[in-house]
């Protein structure tokens, strides 16, 4: 399965986005869906989460409160809406798919750092 993301662009502070996973040459709903985002200079880290049967979320803990991830299965995109973002939101947003983690109960330890598949990434801008 091929993924991509899309959605980004340039924001001011306290703006929102939505940022979209779809997905080619197979359907997003076996698999759940990650998010990742690497800003210059530091480690890509993940954001947050979405498991494929139970539909259980994680966030990260800056982002909780402000991103929501959803997933269409009918459109076979998952969504990443970010609201409030702000300057440390800056960075290129990344969506991963991966067919383990079929519960949420994998997300106990947080975001899992094993993917098998990666999409492209989508830059994010925060500035004024």
């Known amino acids: 399965v091929q993924l991509q993301a899309s959605g980004g662009g340039s924001v001011q502070p306290g703006g929102s986005l939505r940022l979209s996973c779809t997905a080619s040459?197979?359907?997003?709903?076996?698999?759940?869906i990650g998010w990742f985002r690497q800003a210059p200079g530091k480690e890509r880290e993940g954001v947050s989460c979405i498991s494929s049967v139970d539909g259980g979320t994680y966030y990260k803990e800056s982002v909780k409160g402000r991103f929501t991830i959803s997933r269409d299965n009918a459109k076979n995109t998952v969504y990443l809406q970010m609201n409030s973002l702000n300057f440390e939101d800056t960075a290129v947003y990344y969506c991963?798919?991966?067919?383990?983690?079929?519960?949420?109960?994998?997300?106990?330890?947080?975001?899992?750092?094993?993917?098998?598949?990666w999409g492209q990434g989508t830059l994010v801008t925060v500035s004024s």
């Open positions: 040459g197979g359907t997003l709903d076996r698999f759940a």
């Open positions: 991963a798919a991966d067919v383990t983690y079929y519960s949420e109960r994998y997300f106990a330890g947080g975001i899992p750092l094993s993917w098998t598949y």
